[in-house]
C-alpha cells in the first residue's frame, strides 16, 4: 500500500519521545503521522493483568541478553510509560555541563503541567517508610519519590505492586495521554504499525515503509523522528544502512534484594515511594518487590529452591538497586541481544549489595533470608548515542533524520528516564518548529 498522503513529521513509536513530540508538533500545526507497532490497550479487559502483560511484552517478559539479562520490553501505545511505575527524576546536570543541553525549563514545564510530587505521606506505604528509615540509620538518607502519579486522577486508588503490570486505575500519567492530546490537535496515529525501514536519498530522508497489520505501506514525510525505544531505533537505523547504530548499550541495569520482616511486607504498598541515589558508586536505592504471581517465576531463574520463599511474599521487603552500568554489548538487527555486566559493574553491584543488606537487617528482617535476584533491566538505552552518531540536536548524519527516545542517552543515567525523556522531545519540538 502506497499512501498518497505525506506529512512533514513521521515520528517512530508512541513511548515519551514519541509521544511528545507528535503532540508538540501536532499544536504547532504541523502534519504529523504516529506509526506505533503495538495496540492501545487502555479499555482492554486484560490491561494490567498477568495475561495481559504477557501479551503486550516480548517474548511473553522472558526476553534475556546472552548473557542471562532478562529484559522487559512492552509494545503497546504509550510504549514502557503503559508499565511503569511512575517515577520522575529530573534531567542530570551532565546534560547541561558536558554536552550543553540544557533540559531544566522543560523539565519544569513538565512537573507542573503533569503535577509531579511524590505520593501523600498516609499512602507511602508503611513497611516501605520503615526501609527509609532503616537506611537514615545508617547514614542514606531516603527521599520521597517524586511520581508522575496523583490519587485524584483515580477511579479507586488500587497501586501496589501489581500496578506494574498496567495501570488499571487511572492514577498515573502515561504517555497515550500524550498521543490522544495529538490527535485532538490533528495529528494522525497508526496503531499496529511497524516500521521496517527508513527512506534514504542522496543522504536525505524521504518516508518510511513496514506493515500495517498484514499490509505492507510507504509513507512520505520530509523529517523523519525514530523514538522506538532503545532497542526498536537502533535496529530501524541498521535495516535502513546507518550500520554503527546498536554498537553499545546500557541498561540501568537492576536486581532487587529481598527479606523476610516479622511485619507485613511491602507487596500490597504502591512501588518505589521512596528512593536515593549515589552518584559516587554510580547506583539508585529505592523500595520494590515483584508482583505475586512474577515472583516465583524470576526465583526459579536464581535457583529452583528460591521459588519456594514465596510463601513469604506477603512479608518480604524489597530493595530495587538500580546500576549506572557501563556501555557493553550490542544490539543486533536480528537475533540475542548482548548485554552483561563489566568488571567494574560486577565490582560496584556487590558494593550496593552489602548496603543493602545492612538495610535490610535493620530494618528487622532476618539476616538469613536475605537474598538478591538475577540481573535483569527495564531502561535499554544508550545505543545511539550523542557525540557518537547524533549531534546534541539530535540529528543523524542523514538530512532530515532524527532520533529522540532512551537510545540517545550518551551514558546511563541509573535513574527514571521519562522526564529526562520528555524534556529532550519538546527541546527537539521547538528547535523543528522555528527550523520548518
Ligand atoms: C516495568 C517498567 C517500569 C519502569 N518504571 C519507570 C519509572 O518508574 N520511571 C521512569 O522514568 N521510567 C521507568 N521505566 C522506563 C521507561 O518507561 C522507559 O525508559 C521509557 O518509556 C523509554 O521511552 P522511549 O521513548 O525510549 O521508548 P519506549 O517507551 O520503549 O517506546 C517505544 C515505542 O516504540 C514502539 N516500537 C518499537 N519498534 C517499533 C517499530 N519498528 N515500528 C513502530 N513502533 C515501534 C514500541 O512498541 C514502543 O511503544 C520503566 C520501564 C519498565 C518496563
Redesign the pocket.
Given at each position: 500500500m502506497d499512501s498518497q498522503k505525506s506529512f512533514d513529521f513521521i515520528l517512530?513509536?508512541?513511548?515519551?519521545?514519541?509521544?511528545t513530540l507528535t503532540r508538540q508538533l501536532a499544536r504547532a500545526g504541523k502534519r504529523v503521522l504516529l506509526?506505533?507497532?503495538?495496540h492501545d490497550w487502555r479499555s482492554n479487559p486484560l490491561y494490567g493483568t498477568y495475561p495481559g502483560a504477557m501479551l503486550y511484552?516480548e517474548k511473553a517478559s522472558f526476553l534475556a541478553t546472552k548473557e542471562g539479562l532478562n529484559i522487559?520490553?512492552?509494545?503497546?501505545?504509550?510504549?514502557?510509560?503503559?508499565?511503569?511505575?511512575?517515577?520522575?527524576?529530573p534531567p542530570l546536570p551532565w546534560w547541561s555541563s558536558k554536552h550543553g543541553i540544557e533540559l531544566d525549563k522543560y523539565a519544569n514545564d513538565t512537573v507542573k503541567e503533569l503535577n509531579v510530587a511524590p505520593l501523600p505521606v498516609d499512602l507511602r506505604g508503611v513497611a516501605s517508610t520503615r526501609i527509609a528509615e532503616a537506611a537514615a540509620e545508617i547514614g542514606q538518607l531516603w527521599q520521597p519519590q517524586d511520581k508522575?502519579m496523583s490519587p485524584a486522577r483515580a477511579t479507586q486508588f488500587k497501586c501496589r505492586s501489581t500496578c506494574?503490570l498496567g495501570c488499571r486505575c487511572g492514577a498515573k500519567w502515561n504517555?497515550a495521554e500524550y498521543v490522544d492530546e495529538a490527535i485532538s490537535a490533528g495529528a494522525e496515529v497508526w496503531t499496529r504499525?511497524?516500521?521496517?525501514k527508513i527512506l534514504i536519498e542522496n543522504r536525505q530522508v524521504c518516508g518510511v515503509s513496514?506493515k500495517h497489520g498484514r499490509k505492507h505501506f510507504t509513507v512520505y514525510a520530509g523529517t523523519v523522528i525514530a523514538?522506538?525505544?532503545?532497542?526498536?531505533?537502533p535496529?530501524?537505523l541498521q535495516r535502513s544502512g546507518l550500520s554503527g547504530a546498536g554498537q553499545g548499550m546500557t541498561m540501568d541495569t537492576t536486581v532487587m534484594v529481598y527479606g523476610h520482616a516479622p511485619y507485613k511486607g511491602i507487596g500490597n504498598e504502591p512501588?518505589?515511594t521512596w528512593s536515593y541515589t549515589d552518584d559516587e558508586l554510580g547506583a539508585m536505592f529505592s523500595t520494590l518487590i515483584d508482583p505475586w504471581l512474577n515472583y516465583p517465576v524470576i526465583m526459579l531463574r536464581k535457583k529452583p529452591a528460591y521459588a519456594l520463599t514465596w510463601h513469604r511474599w506477603g512479608h518480604t521487603l524489597g530493595v530495587m538497586i538500580k546500576l549506572k552500568d557501563e556501555i557493553s554489548g550490542f544490539v543486533p538487527v536480528n537475533g540475542r541481544i548482548s548485554k552483561g555486566l563489566t568488571a567494574n559493574d560486577k565490582a560496584r553491584l556487590q558494593r550496593a549489595e552489602k548496603i543493602t543488606v545492612q538495610i535490610l537487617r535493620k530494618a528487622g528482617c532476618n539476616p538469613d533470608t536475605i537474598f538478591t535476584t538475577p540481573v535483569r533491566g527495564?531502561?535499554?538505552?544508550g545505543t545511539v548515542r550523542i557525540g557518537d552518531m547524533l549531534t546534541t540536536d539530535l540529528a543523524t548524519e542523514i538530512k532530515n533524520l532524527y532520533v529522540?527516545?532512551?537510545?540517545v542517552f550518551p551514558e546511563a543515567l541509573a535513574?527514571?528516564?521519562?522526564?529526562?525523556?520528555i524534556s529532550l522531545a519538546k527541546r527537539l519540538a521547538e528547535k523543528l518548529k522555528v527550523a520548518k
Open positions: 517512530i513509536g508512541s513511548g515519551p519521545g514519541g509521544a506509526l506505533e507497532r503495538g511484552t522487559i520490553r512492552p509494545f503497546l501505545l504509550g510504549g514502557a510509560t503503559s508499565m511503569y511505575c511512575a517515577c520522575a527524576a508522575f506494574m504517555a504499525a511497524f516500521v521496517d513496514g523514538a522506538a525505544g532503545g532497542i526498536g531505533t535496529r530501524i512501588p518505589m527495564t531502561h535499554p538505552s529522540c527516545d532512551a537510545s535513574r527514571p528516564t521519562v522526564l529526562t525523556i
